[in-house]
């Protein structure tokens, strides 16, 4: 449901950008709201290359406004390793839109197993990880959901309990 949402929102953002930037002429490939000044070093000349540019802005923008709230994002050597992660990103997942869901999935794995064992001080690992999802990808019925549901239901209450024990203990 993630991947969708994403994917509309990076789809109404390319068309309010079409819609609100393309020159009159219909014939012309460039944008009447030209990125900026820099974007000219860069060889950005066409309409596409304009909205890859903008969306690149965009990624720049939102990693901008994370830092301000996240210290652990915050200065010039998070800002560069966030840059050089994108550009890992993108490189990586030219070997096909399965691989690159995948990656993406992978790292939002990451980032709640560390979130987890760094906030609630677990030890969830990536090797466990890796074993409940090799079992699972055996086949689509590899894991009964009713199943699955009640057993999740579980985990997250005593996730939550977890969570109320770590509050209780910094105040």
């Given at each position: 449901m993630r991947i969708k949402s994403v994917?509309?929102?990076?789809?109404?953002?390319?068309?309010?950008?079409?819609?609100?930037t393309e020159s009159?002429?219909?014939?012309?490939?460039?944008?009447?709201?030209?990125?900026?000044?820099?974007?000219?070093?860069a060889s950005i000349k066409t309409f596409d290359d304009s909205v890859?540019?903008?969306?690149?802005?965009?990624?720049?923008?939102?990693?901008?406004r994370a830092a301000k709230i996240d210290s652990t994002l915050s200065g010039k050597e998070n800002a560069e390793q966030f840059r050089k992660?994108?550009?890992?990103?993108?490189?990586?997942?030219?070997?096909s839109n399965a691989y690159a869901i995948g990656l993406q999935h992978g790292l939002v794995a990451f980032t709640s197993i560390k979130g987890l064992n760094d906030n609630l001080?677990?030890?969830?690992?990536?090797?466990?990880?890796?074993?409940?999802?090799?079992?699972?990808?055996?086949?689509?019925?590899?894991?009964?959901?009713?199943k699955f549901q009640a057993d999740m239901s579980e985990v997250e209450a005593r996730l939550n309990t977890l969570m109320m024990q770590t509050q209780?203990?910094?105040?």
């Open positions: 994917l509309v929102g990076i789809a109404v953002a390319m068309m309010a950008v079409a819609c609100n009159k002429d219909a014939g012309n490939d460039s944008l009447s709201v030209k990125p900026q000044e820099e974007a000219k070093e890859a540019y903008f969306m690149g802005q965009d990624a720049a923008l939102a990693y901008w992660g994108i550009e890992d990103g993108l490189k990586a997942a030219t070997k001080k677990t030890a969830l690992s990536a090797e466990a990880f890796m074993k409940g999802l090799n079992m699972a990808m055996e086949s689509e019925n590899a894991v009964d959901a009713v209780d203990t910094i105040k």
